[in-house]
T-cell receptor, first 115, second 112 residues
Framework: AQTVTQSQPEMSVQEAETVTLSCTYD???????LFWYKQPPSRQMILVIR??????QNATENRFSVNFQKAAKSFSLKISDSQLGDAAMYFC????????????FGKGTLLTVNP | DTGVSQDPRHKITKRGQNVTFRCDPI?????LYWYRQTLGQGPEFLTY????????KSRLLSDRFSAERPKGSFSTLEIQRTEQGDSAMYLC??????????FGPGTRLTVL
């Protein structure tokens, strides 16, 4: 079974600064996808960024980027120029491989953005 | 199409009652997933449909749980003889192949 570890239960960052959220996972698959999702308080899960494991280039979406280290099974999320609206629970979610694409979620990191 | 919708958003029921939740995915998405999320945890996979076929069920899905997706469109999740341990947020997500799952707002179930 796939396991996902988010070792930082909580993080805080000052507005306009940069923060990195860590994630490690365990999988026996060679071809898979990885995702970061954001869940604001009492609001629905939002897809932040997607990485394909066979691509060496790290994915970037505006202020969000990842550092994907396939051999180390590490998939961290960097948020640049943090904004108050970035405050949320962030979940790392690799897909399990195979054709079903189901996601395995970590326990999440609660990000606080201080003005 | 404005995204994945779920109904109801909140459901309070008494132990032993049956409940049914509905999910309407994004219309062109062929894959539909159900997850369960308890407080302080990430979502856990329950079941998955590709079009109308239910292709995988988690062992979390006891025989009191049943899901359908008739005609490959909307899906329903039914829980029979609810127990207090069933209290959770039930999330539906849809996707087009491997493009990333889009989640609905969830149905929060409280079993008294």
């Amino acid at each position: 079974a796939q396991t996902v570890t988010q070792s930082q239960p909580e993080m805080s960052v000052q507005e306009a600064e940069t923060v990195t959220l860590s994630c490690t996972y365990d999988t026996s698959e060679s071809d898979y996808y990885l995702f970061w999702y954001k869940q604001p308080p009492s609001r629905q899960m939002i897809l932040v960024i997607r990485q394909e494991a066979y691509k060496q280039q790290n994915a970037t979406e505006n202020r969000f980027s990842v550092n994907f280290q396939k051999a180390a099974k590490s998939f961290s999320l960097k948020i640049s120029d943090s904004q108050l609206g970035d405050a949320a629970m962030y979940f790392c979610a690799p897909h399990s491989g195979g054709s079903n694409y189901k996601l395995t979620f970590g326990k999440g990191t609660l990000l606080t953005v201080n003005p | 199409d404005t995204g994945v919708s779920q109904d109801p958003r909140h459901k309070i029921t008494k132990r032993g009652q049956n409940v049914t939740f509905r999910c309407d995915p994004i219309s062109e998405h062929n894959r539909l997933y159900w997850y369960r999320q308890t407080l302080g945890q990430g979502p856990e996979f329950l079941t998955y449909f590709q079009n109308e076929a239910q292709l995988e069920k988690s062992r979390l899905l006891s025989d009191r749980f049943s899901a359908e997706r008739p005609k490959g469109s909307f899906s329903t999740l039914e829980i029979q003889r609810t127990e207090q341990g069933d209290s959770a947020m039930y999330l539906c997500a849809s996707s087009l192949e491997d493009r990333g799952q889009i989640f609905g707002p969830g149905t929060r179930l409280t079993v008294l």
